[in-house]
């Protein structure tokens, strides 16, 4: 399969620890994103990269949460004395920045977090 | 807040019935594109469409834009039980990342 991969697929937590996730994109996609999704609403994007490059940065993404993409393939997002609040599914998605506008977005299955 | 919105939130259909949502925008954009969602699953990307195209098709998907209304619709046709999910649209406002709405959740009835 060569989709967008993410690990682990659920996370249960106890407040206040530090969890990592891990994204792989489509091999040869230069742009990575970190979205958010809560139940019963659309994602929230967090954060994306081209190569190794971080680009943006959603007020959402607090200085508890850092991701990086170190040698501009796979990706992790960690957060830090993780919150209640913090809980949802994290996605993750690819794509390849070409000159014309218009980029599809391919999604990973998702980790969803629950911090108890 | 988002920068899109569907409309309805949520829609039941026989299955055979036509299915259509629409998704309003906020601001000039580049490109629009829809995504389905199974219940606890990722998003799969359906269409694209761009900011100077006004109709797409691709297989019962027609999707149509309308830039000076910021509006676009999805249309499923011959609907199945398996279109049973969520639909979200998500707008390129050129920054490459995407602004997805809230959805709305399809429910079809065989």
Not at chain 1, 56 to 70: I, N, V, W, Y
Request: net charge positive.
């Amino acid at each position: 399969d060569t989709g967008v991969s993410q690990d682990p697929r659920h996370k249960i937590t106890k407040r206040g620890q530090n969890v990592t996730f891990r994204c792989d994109p489509i091999s040869e996609h230069n742009r990575l994103y970190w979205y958010r999704q809560t139940l019963g609403q659309g994602p929230e994007f967090l954060t994306y990269f081209q190569n190794e490059a971080q680009l943006e940065k959603s007020r959402l993404l607090s200085d508890r949460f850092s991701a990086e993409r170190p040698k501009g393939s796979f990706s992790t997002l960690e957060i830090q004395r993780t919150e209640q609040g913090d809980s949802a599914m994290y996605l993750c998605a690819s794509s390849l920045r070409g000159a014309g506008a218009g980029e599809t977005q391919y999604f990973g299955p998702g980790t969803r977090l629950l911090v108890l | 807040s988002q920068q899109g919105e569907e409309d309805p939130q949520a829609l039941s259909i026989q299955e055979g019935e036509n299915a259509t949502m629409n998704c309003s925008y906020k601001t000039s954009i580049n490109n629009l594109q829809w995504y389905r969602q199974n219940s606890g699953r990722g998003l799969v990307h359906l269409i694209l469409i761009r900011s100077n195209e006004r109709e797409k098709h691709s297989g019962r998907l027609r999707v149509t834009l309308d830039t000076s209304k910021k509006s676009s619709s999805l249309l499923i046709t011959a609907s199945r039980a398996a279109d049973t999910a969520s639909y979200f649209c998500a707008t390129d406002a050129g920054a490459g990342k995407s602004t997805f709405g809230d959805g709305t959740t399809l429910t079809v009835k065989p």
